[in-house]
């Protein structure tokens, strides 16, 4: 190819592609400075590319110069594709941009009950100390619910817990404490157990009462344990339970399976003991019973009375919970509505 | 239990403020519930009086304890009786015997003549109605008034309705009616204690008058009963006849032999004062042998032990003197006389209560006792079920706790054709609170569906709930053991099943603006229960179930464990979701633990990594109606000899173009040889013996 006047060649080329360069820069596509490198520097059809390859036959008195000029260009022509090419990257990354400020697809694992919650904290308080975790049945015989724990047919104790009687023989037991019976007869001491469990009483449904519970029952038996091994080792689990700042109480009370009895206190952990609502302003929180536990038990299983003592205490997990999460009525706990539930996620 | 402080004060100073008042009462074991001030200076105390506490169920009692608690002195009780000489012998007016004397120890009786029966003088009624009596007359006020004060229940009655002017203590004849102070007729057996005339029973031993020898506006002369009766017998009649009454709960928990007597003669001086009568010389009655002094040991160091603080002879009689109790020096060890109100303290740990309680129990300091053993949980099956919790929660399940008992046409329905052909039977409660509460569940599902229900009821459709419980049935052969002391220790005759079930509405999972909504269908819950399973170390596997009431035909299936059938699961019967409120679909599933956890668990192992290289094909089938995948998936690893390491479901399809019944199945087989990598030749020869194996065996053809 016969050429006239290979600078102007070169400098229209040099025009045109600036111009088109312009433009696809204008669209802001990559792929329209694509074209126009490929169509300008392209390896096999570019146009400049094909001027430099062609040189020789350009007529040797404009050779030096027309060459010095297309290797000139080509150096502009690359840096300004160059920016261009950067430009419209930046811009594609800039498009591509993600929302982070939308949510992600949710895992959304169910939830523990709170009742499990709280009965797996005070079970790892105890297992901590040592304890083992028992189990027992929720359909017992008289005998295990009430005899044995010293409080014999016609006593008047068993006016203090109404019970659901069985057809065809046995009761709903009334308190976990038949676990300490049905321990103490299959293992020899030193023992300390805790049952966590569910237990019935015939009473009516209120916000404070329900006629299941659940309760969790705790027997430790050495020689030489004392009431201030069962002060101790309540002040132990309250501190663990409530924090380090709470006090326990203990106030003589009855139970015939324990003697000396009492019932145990927390002084309130909301409060520090001034009075609150969730302590109904008396500082203290009634946890649970416990005691010594009566010799007429040990008797009744065949441990020997005399050289062995124990402590024995029993608290309701449900008013556990209703204190620790602010739950203002026991039936809340067995509706099982979720927006209840799901307030307890990450709670065990 | 109800007290004036002013009536109180009769017998004790009780000058500390209120509030330390209270203190030492609730930390001296009877505790203040409720505390109202009254005009000047008087009090209403509500006090909690427990069970075995009879000797403070009255205003001398309670005056004893403060007087302990606060270091004063307790005034003697005025229950002594100058008598007149010139009056009426008693014994000539009337005559009483005990015919039981097992059951009656003791009857006094005083007789007052000529008495006006009039409205009660106001301090008198004044008092018994702040502590919420209802005052009746100067004579019956004058009985309660000295219950309330003393403890000791008293009953007047008109003499002159007695026949025969005769007190008899005697069993009821088979047949024999009463009717009671309160208008009632009763019919009476062997079993009941009387008081009776020369011809009728004429009230209810210790627990209630009869209406026909009442105090009346007419009344002029009195026989006043002053006994004591056995605890047993009169718990039993007012258990029987459904009578509680002050005096029953008196004598049930025990009262004084000795207070008789002090509560006679106190009532006779109150009513000489204020009904205006003349008490008749001498008190009447029969007395059994008197009550044995009660003497106890105690030993100091035993008291010690038990309480955890070091006490001497000296401590200990500090704190039980003051209560009455007589305490002298043998050796090291006490020797203590029990005070004859004292009717709960039998033994040496009574004692040791007394000195604790005496203590405060606040001076008791805490420490940990020192019991050697490692912690665990022994409940049965309590691993797998947590890992299996965990695997549940996973998949979205939120824990549930329902009610134990449930309605008996509830669980019947969704418990019918449970796994393994047994039929469970019910426990029934003999004393249900409600009709729809009367049976224990043998199956957690109605419960659980209640409470999925009761969420889609108020606005939460998308539920997915679990249970992990006991479940209950009559058991085939109760539980029997026997005590250290040779009693029966049995269990009740109940069978209790640690069970497992789920239940699941609405939408398959939360919705989020990626995915297309879908709802909760059965590979949903499937999947979870599978998951749960086998986390648990569960080899499980399905196959289809019947339909029942419940549980939708076609739509239902066995879940196997170890190939043994231990649950179910299936989508609920339109019938069903009706009776349960619900207008959308839902599922449910229900493990039987017992069984599930039976068989050996599946451990962890490590098999090494393969080395070489696997190689996957898909295959696109055609199959015909009446072909389960479970035994598709067999034939392909029968077919493979080994070579298939992994068979997956990854496309179902159904279409017109399929014939009728039949379903496109694409299945991913991955092949793998343990020792080389794989020839394409081999893989393709794979393939094709298990495409000629499934058309053979099953009618299966490759789709084009």
Known sequence: MPIDNPLGELEKLREECLRRLAAARAAGGPAAIQEVRHDVLGRSRGRLTAFLKNLKEIPAEHRPLAGARANQIKQELESALAAAEAEASAAAASSARLDVTLPGVPAAPGTVHPLTIIRMEVEAIFLEMGYRVEDGPEAESDYLNFTALNIPADHPARDMQD????????????????????????????????????????????????????????????????????????????????????????????????????EFDVSCFVCDGRGCRTCKRSGWIEMGGAGMVHPAVFEEVGYDAERWTGFAFGFGLDRLAMVRFDIDDIRLLFENDLRLLEQFRGGA | MKFLLSWIREFVPAALPLDELARRLTSAGLPVE??????????????????????????????????????????????SLREDPSAPSAADRAHVTIEEPALCRRYDARVVLGVRVAPSPAWMADRLAAIGLRPLNNVVDA???????????????DLATLAGAEIRVRRAARGERLVTLDGVERALDEDTLVIADARRAVALAGIMGGHGTMVTSSTRDLLIESAHFDPVSVRRTAKRLGLSTDASYRFERGADLEATSVALDRVASILRESAGGAVARGR?????????????????????????????????????????????????????????????????????????????????????????????????????????????????????????????????????????????????????????????????????????????????????????????RRASRPESFTAAAGRDAGGAPVEERLTLALAVTGAARPRHWLDAPREAGLWDLKGAVESALAEAGCAVSAEPAPGTEAFEDGATAWILVGGRRAGRLGALT??????????????????????????PERLPSYTPIPRHPAVARDLSLVVPAGRSYAELERAV??????????????????????????????????????????????????QETIVEALARGFGVSLRR
């Open chain 1, 163 to 262: 019970t659901f009687y069985l057809q065809g023989g046995g009761l709903l037991r009334t308190h976990t404490s038949p676990v300490q019976i049905r321990t103490m007869l299959k293992t020899s001491p030193p023992l300390k157990i805790i049952c966590p469990g569910r237990a019935y009483r015939r009473d009516a449904s209120d916000a404070t009462h329900s006629p299941i519970f659940h309760q969790v029952e705790g027997l430790a038996v050495d020689e030489r344990i004392g009431l201030a091994d069962l002060k101790g080792t309540l002040l132990e689990m309250s501190r663990r339970l409530f924090g380090e700042r709470v006090r326990v109480r203990l106030r003589p009370s009855y139970f015939p399976f324990v003697e000396p009895g009492a």
């Open chain 2, 34 to 79: 409720t505390m109202e001030p009254l005009p000047g200076g008087d009090a209403l105390l509500d006090l909690e009086v427990f069970p075995n506490r009879p000797d403070c169920m009255n205003v001398y009692g309670v005056a004893r304890e403060i007087a302990a608690a606060a270091g004063e002195t307790l005034r003697p009780y005025p229950g």
């Open chain 2, 143 to 157: 009985t309660n008034y000295v219950l309330w004060e003393y403890g000791h229940p008293l009953h007047a009655f």
């Open chain 2, 284 to 472: 009447i009655g029969q007395r059994g042998a008197p009550a044995p002094v009660r003497r106890l040991t105690l030993r100091p160091r035993r008291a010690s032990v038990l309480i955890g603080i070091p006490l001497d002879q000296r401590a200990v009689t500090g704190a039980l003197s003051p209560l009455g109790f007589k305490v002298e020096q043998e050796a090291d060890d006490l020797q203590i006389e029990v005070p004859s109100h004292r009717s709960d303290v039998e033994r040496e740990v009574d004692l040791i209560e007394e000195v604790a309680r005496r203590i405060g129990y606040d001076a008791v300091p805490g420490r940990l006792p020192a019991i050697a053993g490692a912690g665990g949980i022994d409940r049965p099956g309590h691993a797998r079920l947590e890992r299996a919790v965990r695997a549940l929660r996973a998949a979205g399940y939120s824990e549930a706790v329902t009610f134990s008992f449930t309605s008996a046409p509830a669980d019947a329905g969704l418990g019918a054709g449970r796994p393994g052909g047994e039929e469970a039977e019910p426990v029934l409660l003999s004393n249900p609170i409600a009709a729809d509460q009367e049976c224990l569940r043998t199956t957690l599902l109605a419960g659980l569906l209640d409470s999925l229900a009761r969420n889609v009821n108020r606005g939460v459709r998308d539920v997915r709930l679990f249970e992990a419980a006991r479940t209950f």
């Open chain 2, 574 to 599: 339109r019938a069903w979701c009706q009776r349960l409120g619900l207008k959308q679909e839902a599922l449910a599933a229900e493990i039987d633990l017992a069984i599930a956890f039976a068989g």
């Open chain 2, 637 to 686: 690893r029968d077919a493979a000899a080994g070579l298939a390491v992994r068979v997956e479901a990854v496309d179902r399809y159904a279409g017109p173009e399929l014939p009728r019944g039949a379903a496109g199945l694409t299945l991913r087989v991955t092949f793998r040889h343990p020792e080389r990598t794989l020839a394409s030749e081999e893989v393709n020869q794979a």
